[in-house]
């Protein structure tokens, strides 16, 4: 199978910490993979890493994306070459409605086909005119997050913590928007990748995912089956993951 | 009909006594630098002005065809050029020079000096004493002409003063749009533009002002304006100011004196160069549940310095709401801003007034964001300036449009 994301020996600061020490990462074309972690452990860091974001600071490594080096890579670039990411909590941008962001990323030569069916099964109609993430609410956030994406047409898909801040009723709406972005609804999409960081797991009900890694303290501990490891991680928090270093 | 114009001489009085009446805010400017004469002919049509008015015009929003506006009205330093209304408009708005609306109106008296004081300082008593004409415009009761009047008052020469004097009556239950465009054909010319404007908006009326700014590095401006509200009339002010001035400074005054009365004014200000600028709107709310609100977007470029005033005042014994939302953000380190919003309740118990004020920089977690979904860090500062700047301006032609993005996108890439 072929490498869609490699990344090798990653060591990255952000101000004066260190946040990734040397990770080593390899996710294939179709591939769906979940990162598990305690607060604090470099999942985040090393998903803005991989998209690009210059407060993460590649001190050595490499980042291969389709056999590209995109290490030096600036954010547009990545996303142009195929990378797409759902924050966790992203900025307020009062001046710019989804409806106007939507209509930049179709502007960008992507294609607008389902926009409306997608708006509406992610129920945001009502928010297409107001200002990007303005007074938006937890699953509002991470709904207009995968509807941008699904504008935007990633081939491989970052998502930070899809659920938090999304009540019981909507995680299963975000699931879905989640695994209609990856075209898994019905048929596996060779094309396409995810790298999801979940806290929770709850997720994982939704999503079928094929490898699960927990990082610690800025290194990928452990790697195996993404519900043998939530399982794990159900019955003995990370305590044991910390012992596996 | 003989016009008793008597009334002239006691304005005329008054205005010699404060000829040396410096104004409260801004830097003074010695008018007497600028009194350049230079009279100029009529022209048949728009399209009659020298390719460079043409452009200053069309930069400032001018449409030289004449296309989808009710009217035109045209003056070029101290002359009336050009004086238009469009067939299909005439018995619903007049357009004329004031000068002209003053010999042929008695009743004129009743607004001429009634919204600004002719001795408020030495610019109103400039313009009193040695008025270059300027506009009437006129839309008769319950009319609502489709298209706006645009109004273009062009400097072409060194060392003039324009000093203008504008009237806009909208009678009772009529609308009308109004686009205005102040601009100079000569970058480099030096000069001084003395803009008094005193509009009137009846019972149930509708006034949409838009004012396009477009001067230069050498240039004062002195707009002094007040407009009238009665009873559930409108007005909805749109100004644009993305050029460098020497020196702007100006702080319009809206009356709400009728019932249910509303004024908004939208400001959109970019400072350039070592411009100096200090603007503002202030809302006086009279009439009972009269609304008001004011929203400024200043970016400070360069050495520019500039002042972001908001004044609302409530009067009334009923209930009012009004609010000012001011925001700025400096792009350079030698560039400044001042946000000055003030509210004032005179004994109106019912009044809710409010105020948000904010300065800072782009914020860089912004530009990213955008630049995740694949715009490049330019496009995105634009994105995010332009879409700080508010820029829906209705009536705006796209071009024109166009234009201010670019060089707000240009601006902010170069200085950030």
Redesign the interface.
């Known amino acids: 199978m072929q490498e869609m994301l490699k990344v090798q020996d990653l060591w990255v600061s952000a101000g004066n910490r260190q946040v990734l020490k040397g990770i080593n990462f390899i996710m294939n074309f179709g591939e769906i993979h979940v990162l598990f972690g305690p607060n604090g452990a470099g999942k985040t860091s090393f998903m803005m890493t991989l998209?690009g974001?210059?407060k993460y600071r590649v001190e050595q490594g490499k980042i291969f994306f389709k056999g590209e080096d995109i290490t030096s890579n600036?954010?547009?670039e990545r996303?142009?070459l195929g990378m797409?990411?759902s924050?966790q909590r992203?900025?307020t941008?009062?001046?710019?409605t989804l409806r106007?962001?939507i209509e930049?990323?179709t502007g960008?030569g992507?294609h607008k086909e389902n926009i409306n069916e997608s708006v509406k099964t992610l129920n945001l109609s009502g928010h297409l005119d107001r200002g990007l993430n303005d007074g938006f609410s937890g699953g509002e956030m991470k709904r207009s997050e995968l509807l941008?994406l699904m504008v935007?047409k990633p081939d491989m898909v970052l998502i930070d913590e899809p659920e938090s801040g999304v009540d019981i009723e909507n995680i299963a709406l975000v699931g879905e928007a989640i695994n209609t972005l990856l075209g898994k609804a019905r048929v596996k999409d060779p094309s396409r990748g995810a790298l999801i960081i979940t806290h929770t797991g709850y997720i994982l009900d939704y999503v079928n995912a094929d490898k699960g890694y927990i990082i610690v303290d800025g290194n990928l501990v452990c790697g195996g089956n993404p519900r043998d490891i939530l399982s794990e991680i159900k019955k003995h928090g990370y305590r044991r993951c910390m012992e596996c270093r | 009909m003989q016009v008793d114009t008597n009334y002239l001489s006691d304005l005329k009085s008054k205005a010699g006594k404060a000829l040396e009446k410096k104004a409260v805010l801004g830097p003074d400017i010695d008018i007497s630098r600028y009194a350049r004469l230079v009279e100029r002919g009529k022209i048949e049509s728009l399209e009659g002005l020298s390719h460079q008015m043409k452009e200053a015009a069309v930069m400032a929003g001018i449409n030289i065809k004449e296309e989808l506006r009710s009217g035109s009205y045209m003056q070029i330093d101290r002359s009336v050029v050009y004086e238009s209304l469009n067939k299909a408009y005439e018995g619903q708005l007049e357009i004329m020079n004031i000068t002209d609306a003053l010999t042929k109106y008695d009743w004129l008296k009743d607004y001429y000096w009634k919204a600004v004081q002719v001795d408020q300082d030495k610019y109103t008593a400039h313009v009193e004493m040695n008025m270059t004409h300027g506009y009437f415009i006129r839309v008769f009761p319950h009319q609502k002409p489709q298209f706006p009047v645009q109004s273009c008052l062009l400097v072409a020469e060194n060392n003039v003063s324009q000093n203008v004097h504008n009237i806009i009556i909208v009678e009772e239950g009529a609308e009308l749009q109004v686009i205005t465009g102040c601009t100079l054909a000569k970058q480099e010319a030096e000069g001084v533009h003395l803009g008094v404007s005193e509009f009137y908006v009846k019972k149930g009326g509708k006034l949409f002002f838009t004012m396009i700014h477009n001067w230069a590095e050498n240039f004062h401006v002195r707009p002094r304006t007040g407009i009238i509200i009665e009873e559930e009339g409108a007005f909805i002010n749109n100004y644009v100011l993305l050029k460098p001035v020497k020196s702007i400074q100006a702080f319009p005054v809206a009356y709400l004196k009728g019932e249910r009365s509303s004024a908004k004014f939208n400001t959109i200000v970019l400072g350039l160069r070592d411009s100096y600028i200090d603007l503002g709107a202030k809302i006086i709310l009279d009439g009972r549940d009269a609304r008001g609100e004011s929203i400024t977007r200043t970016i400070a470029a360069d050495e520019s310095i500039t002042y972001a005033r908001g004044d609302l005042v409530a009067k009334t014994t009923g209930y009012c709401l009004a609010h000012l939302d001011c925001r700025g953000i400096v792009l350079s380190n030698k560039a400044k801003i001042f946000a000055i919003p003030e509210l004032a309740s005179e004994g109106s118990l019912k009044a809710e007034l409010s105020h948000e004020a904010s300065i800072g920089p782009i914020a860089e977690e912004q530009v990213e964001y955008l630049m995740s979904r694949g715009i490049s860090r330019d496009d995105a500062i634009s994105a995010i300036t332009s879409g700080f700047l508010n820029l829906d301006i209705p009536y705006i032609p796209d071009f024109l449009d166009k234009n201010i993005k670019e060089v707000i996108k240009a601006t902010a890439a170069d200085v950030l």
């Open positions: 998209m974001f210059p600036d954010i547009h996303a142009r797409g990411i924050f992203p900025p941008v009062r001046g710019i106007k962001i930049i990323i960008n992507l941008q935007q």
